[in-house]
């Protein structure tokens, strides 16, 4: 039988050995349930290819097309710049960051897929540091049916990886079942899915997802997940006040007769009656 999914560690996973380990620790991620309720703080729509006439200013999306040139240009910064144009428009790529083997990928004539977010640049529409992929002779990909989720992250992993990570980890929700703190008569009242159902949905929304819900924690898979933190909060304060409730307060014997009577007698002022009162109680 297999072990619960807080027992089983990352390292179960295919391709996260202990230096990987090491990395997904800074995140507080050590077993297969950490890495499940690593929940993505956001979407992206790669559903879609769009064509390149589709880009304005802000709007992201996929998009296939054609290098017609490249160049590195040398100014105040560095930056590789390549052309690419569809049936439809044309484009520039621009990377700040990139190398001699990358420039010499990206040559005219290469197809690619790529996504991005265009912005008004110097040439017009421009994608800063796409992520792409190269396309190879009359290669078709299939796209997403599913959006695309974005984790937090640290240094040591990309979401590529880490993506990867999270789906393998959905897999053992197949063979384990997570312990659900709900029962199901509430689930079925407040209209809830089972907390295997919400972790499968919120890595893996379908492209129909309402993302401004999702964006605003709103969305009934993420209150859902709210309403069993809330409850396991409030189980572990209930349980410590029964265990403190369980001890019985040391009494604190009254040393030296009189001391109180001399602390009031050296007092500029005389007790209020609210103030004696306090005084019998800390005595009692």
Same mark, same amino acid.
């Given at each position: 039988?297999?072990?619960?999914?807080?027992?089983?560690?990352?390292?179960?996973?295919?391709? +996260?050995?202990? !230096?990987?380990?090491?990395?997904?620790?800074?995140?507080?991620?050590?077993?297969?349930?950490?890495?499940? #309720?690593?929940?993505?703080?956001?979407?992206?729509?790669?559903?879609?290819?769009?064509? %390149?006439?589709?880009? *304005?200013?802000?709007?992201? /999306? +996929?998009?296939?097309?054609?290098?017609?040139?490249?160049?590195?240009? #040398? /100014?105040? !910064?560095?930056?590789?710049?390549?052309?690419?144009?569809?049936?439809?428009?044309?484009?520039?790529?621009?990377?700040? $960051?990139?190398?001699?083997?990358?420039? *010499?990928?990206?040559?005219?004539?290469? !197809?690619?897929?790529?996504?991005? &977010?265009?912005?008004?640049?110097?040439?017009?529409?421009?994608?800063?540091?796409?992520? @792409?992929?190269?396309? *190879?002779?009359?290669?078709?990909?299939?796209?997403?049916?599913?959006?695309?989720?974005?984790?937090?992250?640290?240094?040591?992993?990309?979401?590529?990886?880490?993506?990867?990570?999270?789906?393998?980890?959905?897999?053992?929700?197949?063979?384990?079942? =997570? +312990?659900?703190?709900?029962?199901?008569?509430?689930?079925?009242?407040?209209?809830? =899915?089972?907390?295997?159902?919400?972790?499968? @949905?919120?890595?893996?929304?379908?492209?129909?997802?309402?993302?401004?819900?999702?964006?605003? /924690?709103?969305? =009934?898979?993420?209150?859902?997940?709210?309403?069993?933190?809330?409850?396991?909060? $409030?189980?572990?304060?209930?349980?410590?006040?029964?265990?403190?409730?369980?001890?019985?307060?040391? =009494?604190?014997?009254?040393?030296?007769?009189?001391?109180? &009577?001399? %602390?009031?007698?050296?007092?500029? #002022?005389?007790?209020?009656?609210?103030?004696?009162? +306090?005084?019998?109680?800390?005595?009692?």
């Amino acid at each position: 039988m297999m072990s619960a999914l807080e027992e089983i560690p990352v390292t179960q996973l295919k391709g +996260v050995g202990d !230096r990987l380990a090491e990395v997904l620790a800074k995140l507080h991620i050590a077993t297969m349930q950490d890495l499940l #309720f690593h929940l993505p703080f956001r979407y992206e729509d790669r559903t879609t290819v769009h064509p %390149l006439s589709y880009f *304005r200013p802000h709007v992201q /999306g +996929v998009f296939e097309a054609e290098v017609q040139s490249n160049r590195v240009l #040398f /100014g105040r !910064r560095r930056s590789l710049e390549v052309v690419v144009r569809d049936h439809s428009a044309e484009l520039t790529l621009r990377f700040y $960051h990139f190398s001699a083997a990358q420039a *010499r990928q990206l040559s005219r004539g290469t !197809r690619l897929r790529a996504y991005g &977010e265009a912005r008004l640049g110097r040439n017009g529409i421009e994608v800063y540091h796409p992520e @792409y992929q190269i396309l *190879r002779g009359e290669e078709q990909l299939d796209v997403p049916d599913t959006l695309t989720p974005l984790y937090a992250l640290t240094d040591g992993i990309q979401q590529a990886r880490m993506r990867a990570l999270c789906t393998q980890a959905l897999t053992y929700l197949e063979r384990v079942q =997570p +312990v659900d703190l709900l029962p199901a008569e509430l689930l079925a009242e407040l209209q809830l =899915p089972t907390l295997k159902e919400a972790l499968l @949905y919120l890595h893996a929304p379908p492209k129909e997802a309402d993302q401004e819900a999702l964006l605003n /924690g709103r969305h =009934p898979c993420q209150r859902r997940l709210i309403i069993e933190e809330l409850l396991a909060h $409030h189980l572990s304060l209930l349980k410590l006040r029964q265990r403190i409730q369980q001890h019985a307060a040391v =009494p604190c014997s009254v040393k030296g007769a009189g001391l109180q &009577e001399q %602390l009031q007698g050296r007092l500029p #002022f005389a007790l209020t009656a609210a103030q004696q009162r +306090v005084v019998a109680e800390i005595r009692h």
